[in-house]
């Protein structure tokens, strides 16, 4: 069970990383610096990859059908901080689906944390 938890606690600072630096990017593209090598744009990248370490860290501690599930946050962690630093609008529409990506992830993960006894159909 430990190892578990450390894949997940990998897995959801991946999903953190990712996505700050997708919004870094967003500034970066944003920015009056019309280059392509902007800092935000590095930064993000950077970021990015260290995401992807995460990641496989999170696989090597985690079976990946646990594990995988928690790639949906990166979408929810996205929309939320793009609402509050880019202004971007989180309609009624939008915060349903970020409440059946949270209730979806939980049912997935908790599903995969039930003992393995269970036969699947």
Excluded: H
């Excluded at 430990?2 to 606690?9: A, C, H, L």
């Amino acid at each position: 069970m430990e190892r578990r938890i450390k894949g997940i606690i990998f897995v959801i600072l991946s999903t953190l990383f990712t996505s700050s630096g997708q919004l870094l990017w967003k500034w970066g593209v944003d920015s009056t610096a019309k280059s392509m090598f902007n800092l935000p744009l590095i930064f993000g990248t950077l970021i990015y990859g260290l995401a992807a370490l995460l990641l496989i860290l999170a696989l090597r501690y985690g079976e990946i059908t646990l594990i995988y599930p928690f790639i949906a946050s990166s979408y929810v962690w996205v929309s939320l901080a793009s609402s509050l630093f880019f202004n971007d609008t989180l309609s009624g529409l939008k915060m349903a689906g970020i409440a059946l990506i949270i209730v979806g992830v939980i049912l997935v993960c908790t599903g995969g944390l039930k003992n393995r006894t269970e036969v699947a159909i």
